[in-house]
């Protein structure tokens, strides 16, 4: 993430709010981490939108994005189940 800003941290939310770009990388589970098993989404934001690209060729990802939401969000959510 570069020139992050906006943090939010408790027990349920780790949040930035703004960020110039952000990089999300993995390598394909199971495989060897070598670059070739590299996956990566990159959003770049620009004064006018937020260019987003990608190399993950397995399936079509959804890179539309919306410059009104956080740059980065991992939420946490705990379920109370009731036994009947």
Do not use: C, H
Request: glycine letters at 2%.
């Amino acid at each position: 993430m570069w020139f992050p800003s906006g943090l939010t941290l408790n027990n349920f939310v780790f949040q930035i709010e703004d960020a110039q770009r952000v990089l999300w990388e993995w390598f394909y589970y199971g495989r060897p981490k070598t670059p070739a098993n590299r996956s990566f989404y990159d959003f770049v934001k620009t004064p006018e939108t937020i260019v987003a690209s990608s190399n993950v060729d397995s399936f079509v990802p959804n890179l539309k994005t919306d410059s009104t939401l956080p740059a980065a969000e991992i939420l946490s959510m705990r379920i109370n189940v009731k036994s009947p």
